[in-house]
């Protein structure tokens, strides 16, 4: 008799999943991480590149269908944050990974039962479209007030060289000579 309740809890079960795998909160978030390169998956979903995510439903997903959404939601809302609306006030432990993600460290929170460890390696997984930068080759805007006659000569090299300011400035840096 035990043997009867468990196979019908299973079927049960099944039935539940199989219906929830047609939910379109779980198509519309697997179509836009697989046509990504975040997810791949063996289900018929279609992809959908330019879809504009709730990130409500991208967690009901990974919550009551496929955990593996939540392993990659934090570094997918970093890399396309126009494809999210992620507020800090509804999601704030999803803006916090997404913070220490940003930020490149080594430690930070879980997010829904996924450890940090697991997280952390999507931000910089290279995607199919080669735009999209990985969190560690992203570049950062640092602001520096220089004298009106530096900023004149930065122009003049680059314009010589034949490449940006923020070029010679990073050569500069680095100490790398950069012949043309």
Request: proline share 6%; net charge positive; with cysteine.
């Amino acid at each position: 008799m035990n043997r009867e309740v468990l196979v019908q809890k299973i079927k049960r079960k099944a039935k539940q999943d199989a219906s929830k795998r047609r939910d379109p909160r779980f198509l519309e978030t697997m179509g836009f991480l697989v046509a990504k390169g975040f997810l791949r998956t063996n289900l018929n979903t279609p992809l959908i590149p330019n879809k504009r995510l709730r990130i409500d439903d991208a967690i009901w997903a990974g919550v009551n269908v496929e955990p593996r959404i939540l392993e990659v939601l934090p570094a997918a809302v970093l890399r396309l944050p126009r494809h999210f609306d992620l507020d800090s006030n509804r999601h704030p432990v999803l803006a916090q990974v997404v913070d220490h993600l940003r930020r490149g460290e080594n430690h930070g929170l879980d997010f829904c039962g996924t450890p940090y460890d697991r997280i952390k390696v999507w931000a910089n997984f290279p995607l199919r479209d080669r735009r999209v930068k990985p969190a560690s080759k992203k570049k950062r805007i640092k602001t520096f007030r220089l004298d009106p006659t530096v900023i004149q000569h930065l122009k003049e090299i680059a314009n010589a060289r034949g490449c940006t300011e923020t070029e010679i400035v990073e050569a500069l840096i680095l100490g790398l000579r950069r012949d043309k």
